[in-house]
């Protein structure tokens, strides 16, 4: 952790025997999804394993699923993951590309909240799955002094499989801790303004570079079963939300813009149209010319970057598709880091003052 610790004291009144404690700082855990160790088999089956047995991500019984997980699919499921993240691999800096992403994101977080709020506030980052797990992050944050947290998922829509799930693991994290620093979790900022915003000028900023506008922007969401929707998860309607507050904003007609979700495992039918098909039908209906981009996605990583930039620019190119060009996650661009500054802001207020 790069921040500086609260200095440990005494409690007033204490006696002279009285263990010091650091106390004093507000900490604001950032938390992506998480990535495996390595794109060997063994620490892609450790990953798929914690990854596909969360109750929020594949809720089917454990006396149904966990035999089909454990026997069949963690016996070949890692080797093709494995090859899926090699392909997109930072090999130079031996991790993939999310965890440089967020790290990127977090060290450009910490500058901009360093500069509104100094030494109050400590900024860190945690995955869901994998490391740095959120329980050793929750734990350092409580030993160098911070009496809050606020837990900040960087999902820009709610769901189960993503921020709720993040949202139970810092929980669990905070029952372990004898004395628990007072908490917050982000709401969503799918409408956000300033998220608008990023996710607009990245576009104008992608099209600007382009010989020839795309014939429509595909905006690609991680999909969900659709009985999720149903038991009530309102992922769905704020990714609809997204896209018409993205074509607003552009100042758009409906005809160039289309919302699609990836990603679809297993049987049961998901949110629809998926992605992949819908690339290919938008091919043969004569729209060769086609721009992807995957909001719900803050990082760029392996849905991205291998499913999008791979696998469904294949599906276009093989029904007749010419132009296809992927426009990345927000990452760490500027606007973005302020648009999470700004949702950060909104959800300290009564915990720490900004300064000047």
Same mark, same amino acid.
């Given at each position: 952790m790069?921040?500086s610790?609260?200095i440990?004291? +005494?409690?007033a009144?204490a006696?002279?025997d009285h263990?010091k404690?650091?106390r004093?700082?507000?900490?604001?855990?950032?938390?992506?999804?998480?990535?495996?160790?390595?794109y060997?088999y063994w620490?892609?089956?450790r990953?798929l394993?914690?990854f596909?047995?969360?109750?929020?991500?594949i809720?089917y019984p454990?006396w149904?699923? #966990?035999?089909?997980?454990?026997?069949?699919i963690l016996?070949?499921?890692?080797?093709?993951?494995?090859e &899926?993240?090699?392909?997109i691999?930072n090999?130079?800096?031996?991790e993939?590309?999310l965890?440089?992403?967020?790290?990127?994101?977090?060290?450009?977080?910490?500058?901009?909240?360093?500069a509104?709020y100094?030494?109050?506030?400590?900024i860190?980052? +945690?995955?869901?799955?994998?490391?740095?797990?959120?329980?050793s992050?929750?734990?350092e944050?409580?030993?160098?002094?911070c009496?809050?947290i606020?837990?900040?998922p960087?999902?820009?829509?709610y769901a189960?499989?993503?921020?709720?799930t &993040?949202?139970?693991q810092?929980?669990?994290?905070?029952?372990?801790?004898?004395?628990?620093p007072a908490?917050?979790?982000?709401?969503? @900022?799918?409408?956000?303004?300033?998220?608008?915003?990023?996710?607009a000028? %990245?576009?104008?900023e992608?099209?600007?570079?382009?010989d020839?506008?795309?014939?429509?922007?595909v905006? %690609? @969401?991680?999909?969900?079963?659709?009985r999720?929707l149903? #038991?009530?998860?309102?992922?769905?309607c #704020? +990714? #609809?939300k997204?896209?018409?507050?993205?074509?607003?904003r552009l100042?758009?007609?409906d005809?160039?813009?289309?919302?699609?979700?990836?990603?679809?495992?297993?049987?049961?039918e998901?949110?629809q149209?998926?992605t992949v098909?819908?690339?290919a039908?938008?091919?043969?209906?004569?729209?060769?010319?086609?721009?992807?981009?995957?909001p719900?996605f803050s990082?760029?990583c392996? $849905?991205?970057?291998?499913?999008?930039n791979? $696998?469904i620019?294949?599906?276009?190119?093989?029904?007749?598709?010419e $132009?296809?060009?992927?426009?990345p996650?927000?990452?760490?661009?500027?606007?973005?880091i302020? &648009?999470?500054?700004?949702?950060a802001? $909104?959800?300290?207020?009564?915990?720490v003052?900004?300064?000047?």
């Open positions: 790069q921040d610790p609260a440990a004291t +005494c409690p009144h006696g002279a263990p404690i650091a004093g700082k507000t900490g604001i855990l950032l938390a992506n999804l998480g990535t495996p160790d390595d060997s620490p892609m089956r990953y394993n914690e596909l047995s969360d109750k929020r991500v809720d454990a149904k699923w #966990q035999p089909l997980l454990q026997a069949i016996t070949k499921r890692p080797f093709s993951s494995g &899926a993240y090699k392909s691999w090999h130079e800096a031996g993939s590309p965890m440089t992403i967020t790290k990127d994101q977090t060290k450009q977080f910490r500058k901009v909240m360093k509104r100094g030494d109050q506030v400590m860190d980052f +945690c995955m869901r799955y994998g490391n740095p797990s959120t329980e992050k929750v734990r944050m409580v030993k160098a002094g009496e809050r606020l837990f900040f960087l999902y820009p829509h189960g499989a993503t921020s709720a &993040a949202n139970d810092f929980f669990r994290a905070l029952m372990k801790e004898t004395w628990q908490s917050r979790t982000i709401e969503p @900022y799918f409408e956000h303004p300033a998220y608008i915003e990023s996710l000028t %990245s576009v104008e992608a099209y600007a570079e382009l020839k506008k795309p014939d429509i922007l905006v %690609s @969401y991680h999909g969900m079963p659709l999720y149903k #038991q009530g998860d309102p992922y769905h #704020q +990714c #609809q997204t896209t018409r507050l993205l074509k607003e100042g758009w007609e005809t160039q813009i289309k919302t699609t979700f990836q990603s679809k495992f297993g049987p049961e998901w949110l149209p998926y098909e819908e690339v039908r938008l091919a043969e209906a004569g729209q060769k010319n086609i721009a992807v981009m995957a719900a990082a760029d392996i $849905e991205t970057l291998e499913e999008i791979e $696998e620019k294949e599906s276009f190119e093989e029904a007749g598709g $132009e296809f060009t992927y426009i996650c927000l990452n760490d661009r500027d606007d973005h302020e &648009a999470l500054a700004k949702v802001d $909104e959800n300290l207020v009564g915990w003052t900004p300064k000047g």
